[in-house]
């Protein structure tokens, strides 16, 4: 059975970081993307980060371009968030995601970790 688990959720103050950890297990994911996502109440889901487990390839939504990193510990399969220079418009919860081997879409999701950035 697939789990994704986050933490490293937080207040924080704007202008500072956090790093959100997902560490993933019950097969491999070699063959995946996975990625981060964040919703506040009333708005749509959206997409932050994503990364090609293999590659490493790395993609991000324009407003965290710059600020975010996303990256893979191979050993710990674990996936990473690097925020910095946080700002109040970053405040949701922040989920992980998996995608299958070799498919677009994300099917497999963690329970989410809030972030709360302070102005």
């Known amino acids: 059975q697939v789990q994704l688990t986050e933490s490293g959720g937080g207040l924080v103050q704007a202008g500072g970081s956090l790093r959100l950890s997902c560490a993933a297990s019950?097969?491999?994911?070699?063959?995946?993307?996975m990625g981060w996502f964040r919703r506040t109440p009333g708005k749509e889901r959206e997409f932050v980060a994503g990364?090609?487990?293999?590659?490493?390839?790395?993609y991000y939504t324009d407003s965290v371009k710059g600020r975010f990193t996303i990256s893979r510990d191979n050993a710990k399969n674990t996936v990473y968030l690097q925020m910095n220079s946080l700002k109040p418009e970053d405040t949701a919860v922040y989920y992980c995601?998996?995608?299958?081997?070799?498919?677009?879409?994300?099917?497999?999701w963690g329970q989410g970790t809030q972030v709360t950035v302070s102005s």
């Open positions: 019950g097969r491999t994911f070699s063959s995946s993307t």
């Open positions: 995601a998996a995608t299958r081997p070799l498919s677009p879409s994300y099917d497999y």
């Open positions: 990364i090609n487990w293999s590659s490493g390839r790395t």
